[in-house]
C-alpha cells in the first residue's frame, strides 16, 4: 500500500504514521526525519537543510525530490511506503507522477491553524524512532521519556511559536495547492483520496484511519 499523509505542520501525520507503520508493515518515509538526521551528522546537506529548517521555510524541490526517489529504491519500499511530508509542493507532486511512482491513497488531515500553535508547544520527540508525544494530548508513560527505549525526549528546534506559524504560511501558500492536485488526481481514477478531521483525538483519527484502509 502507497500512502501520502497531507496536512499543515503539526496536524498529526507523524503520529498516525507510527500506527500505520506497524499495521501494515511499510516504512515511513518522513523527510524531515531524514534531514534531522542529515543535520545531526553534520552533512553538507545536514549544514544547509539547517539553515531553512529553523526558518520555517522549504528545502529545494531538486534536493528533497533526489532523497525521495533514491529512499524509494531501496528494497523495504517493494510492498509500499508511507509518505509523510512529502510532496509539499506542486514540482513534488509532479515529480512522483514522472518517475512513474502510483499512489493508492492520499490522506488529508484537517486541523484549524490555532489548534496547530497550541499543539506544538506541547510537542515531544524522540528522535531516534520518529515517535512522536504530547505533554497533555498524548503523553509519554514517564515524564520526557520515550516508552520503548527510555530515552529523553526532546523538543524541535522549528517548534518554537514564530517558526510555527511561519510553517503555517508555507503550508498554506506552497502545500495546500496539493489538495486540488490530489483531489483531481482521484477523480481521474489514479488515486483514493480522503479528507479526515484531525482536531478529533489521536485514538479516534487512528480508528478512522483503518476503516477508510481496510
Ligand atoms: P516536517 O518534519 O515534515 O514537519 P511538518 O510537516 O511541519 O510536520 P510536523 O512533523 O511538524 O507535524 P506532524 O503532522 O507530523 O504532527 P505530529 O504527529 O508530530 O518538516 C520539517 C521541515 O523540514 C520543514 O519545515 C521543511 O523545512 C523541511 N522539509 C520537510 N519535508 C520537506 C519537503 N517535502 N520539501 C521541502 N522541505 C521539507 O503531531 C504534532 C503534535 O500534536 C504532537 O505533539 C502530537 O503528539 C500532537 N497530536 C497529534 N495528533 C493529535 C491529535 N489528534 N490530537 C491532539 N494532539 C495531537
Ligand atoms: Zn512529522
Known amino acids: 500500500m502507497r500512502i501520502i499523509l497531507l496536512g499543515a505542520p503539526g496536524a498529526g501525520k507523524g503520529t498516525q504514521a507510527q500506527f500505520l507503520m506497524g499495521k501494515y508493515g511499510i516504512p515511513q518515509i518522513s523527510t524531515g526525519d531524514m534531514l534531522r538526521s542529515a543535520i545531526k551528522e553534520g552533512s553538507d546537506l545536514g549544514m544547509a537543510a ?14 528533497i525530490i533526489g532523497l525521495v526517489k533514491e529512499r524509494i529504491a531501496k528494497d523495504d519500499c517493494k510492498d509500499g511506503f ?29 486541523v484549524p491553524d490555532d489548534v496547530i500553535v497550541e499543539r506544538m508547544g506541547g510537542r515531544r520527540v524522540h528522535p531516534a524512532s520518529g515517535r512522536v508525544y504530547h505533554v497533555v494530548y ?25 517558526t510555527v506559524r511561519h510553517r ?47
Do not use: W
Not at 502510483?102 to 490522506?107: E, G, L, P, S
Not at 503523553?139 to 514564530?162: A, H, S, V, W, Y
Not at 483520496?193 to 476503516?211: A, C, M, R
Open 50 to 63: 539547517k539553515r531553512v529548517m529553523d526558518e520555517g521555510k522549504l528545502v529545494s524541490d531538486d534536493i
Open 82 to 110: 508511507l509518505l509523510d511530508g512529502f510532496p509539499r509542493t506542486i514540482p513534488q507532486a509532479d515529480a512522483m507522477k514522472d518517475a512513474d511512482i502510483k499512489i493508492d491513497h492520499v490522506i488529508e488531515f484537517d
Open 138 to 162: 498524548n503523553p509519554p508513560k514517564n515524564e520526557g521519556r520515550d516508552d520503548q527505549t527510555d530515552e529523553e525526549l526532546i523538543i524541535r528546534d522549528d517548534d518554537k511559536e514564530e
Open 168 to 214: 503555517l504560511g508555507v503550508y498554506h501558500e506552497q502545500t495546500k495547492p496539493l489538495v486540488g492536485y490530489y483531489a483531481a488526481e482521484a477523480e481521474a481514477g489514479n488515486c483514493e483520496y480522503h479528507k479526515i478531521d484531525g482536531t478529533q483525538p489521536v485514538g479516534d483519527v487512528s480508528e478512522q484511519l483503518n476503516k477508510l484502509l481496510d
